[in-house]
T-cell receptor
Framework: AQSVTQLGSHVSVSEGALVLLRCNYS??????LFWYVQYPNQGLQLLLK??????LVKGINGFEAEFKKSETSFHLTKPSAHMSDAAEYFC???????????FGKGTRLSVIA | GAVVSQHPSRVICKSGTSVKIECRSL??????MFWYRQFPKKSLMLMAT?????????EQGVEKDKFLINHASLTLSTLTVTSAHPEDSSFYIC???????????FGPGTRLTVL
């Protein structure tokens, strides 16, 4: 069975500071990994995904994530936080095919001016 | 590309009535769509997997007679909450996966409030 653990339900950073949102997964087969962002009262928007190609994945809005198999991690980073980055971030995993995504509990990112 | 819409975005209904939520893939065909429920400040909980032309697969604990799912075409899936009660109030989100890709695209969600 697959599962995702997001460490920290709430992360607060200053504007311009590094953003680091942690995600660890468990999967019995090579996983597909995703990060989604959700703004208030909206659906989910795909930030980036890992599908067994390059381990460092670049996404939209300056975010990137690195797949580390040895650590079973897929942490999301951004060098410099912007006020508009404040949102809920979800890490998700699934196997190949039509299996559904399994989501972590989410991390709320606050950006302080 | 890869836009998923949901209608309505918000709905308020009386207890005991039924509500239908539509999920459409606007610019691609989706043999598989998923329905999620999100409680306040909680993660998304998968309710069911909807396959075009066949019965939906429900997750454990989800009442299939209460949450009716129909996936009649490659671009439309509907979720009907039957005999709604206040505890059904939630944010319902659908997603659709193009056949040849690994990515699920999410709709904007539907806020259901049952009075």
């Amino acid at each position: 069975a697959q599962s995702v653990t997001q460490l920290g339900s709430h992360v607060s950073v200053s504007e311009g500071a590094l953003v680091l949102l942690r995600c660890n997964y468990s999967s019995s087969v090579p996983p597909y990994l995703f990060w989604y962002v959700q703004y208030p009262n909206q659906g989910l928007q795909l930030l980036l995904k890992y599908t067994s190609a390059a381990t460092l994945v670049k996404g939209i809005n300056g975010f990137e994530a690195e797949f580390k198999k040895s650590e079973t991690s897929f942490h999301l980073t951004k060098p410099s936080a912007h006020m508009s980055d404040a949102a809920e971030y979800f890490c998700a995993v699934r196997n190949s095919g039509n299996t559904p995504l399994v989501f972590g509990k989410g991390t709320r990112l606050s950006v302080i001016a | 590309g890869a836009v998923v819409s949901q209608h309505p975005s918000r709905v308020i209904c009386k207890s005991g009535t039924s509500v239908k939520i539509e999920c459409r893939s606007l610019d691609f065909q989706a043999t598989t769509m998923f329905w999620y429920r999100q409680f306040p400040k909680k993660s998304l909980m998968l309710m069911a997997t909807s396959n075009e032309g066949s019965k939906a697969t429900y997750e454990q604990g989800v009442e299939k007679d209460k949450f009716l799912i129909n996936h009649a075409s490659l671009t439309l899936s509907t979720l009907t909450v039957t005999s709604a009660h206040p505890e059904d109030s939630s944010f319902y989100i659908c997603s659709a996966k193009p056949s040849a890709t690994d990515t699920q695209y999410f709709g904007p969600g539907t806020r259901l409030t049952v009075l």
